[in-house]
């Protein structure tokens, strides 16, 4: 599985970015799918993932209410929504995939995607 990660940018704060992931490969059904993010001179911390049915979700504290992972089997893509970006939120973002159950640990998946950026301004 390849994964492209696409759709960062600039936004100032309180504004919106859509970040997509694309597979290739092989079709991303079978898979969780997560997204991490890394800030300079921090570790890579986890943001948010969805089940390999779509149906469950979960995030880190800091973006609950404000980002909404989503998939799109058809398309082999996954999205995260970021919507109130906050400063803090500047970092790269990472999509991975991971066969069966999602996880928050980042050394738990099996495959990663290159990396955006988002830089939010104040």
């Known amino acids: 599985v390849q994964l492209q990660a696409s759709g960062g940018g600039l936004a100032q704060a309180g504004g919106s970015l859509t970040l997509s992931c694309a597979a290739s490969?092989?079709?991303?059904?079978?898979?969780?799918m997560g997204w991490f993010r890394q800030a300079p001179g921090k570790q890579r911390e986890f943001v948010a993932a969805i089940s390999l049915n779509g149906d469950t979700t979960y995030y880190t504290n800091s973006v609950k209410g404000r980002f909404t992972i989503s998939g799109d089997n058809p398309k082999n893509t996954v999205y995260l929504q970021m919507n109130s970006l906050k400063p803090e939120d500047t970092a790269v973002y990472y999509c991975?995939?991971?066969?069966?159950?999602?996880?928050?640990?980042?050394?738990?998946?099996?495959?990663w995607g290159q990396g955006t950026q988002v830089t939010v301004s104040s």
């Open positions: 991975a995939a991971r066969r069966n159950s999602f996880t928050a640990v980042a050394a738990l998946y099996d495959y």
């Open positions: 490969g092989r079709t991303f059904s079978g898979y969780a």
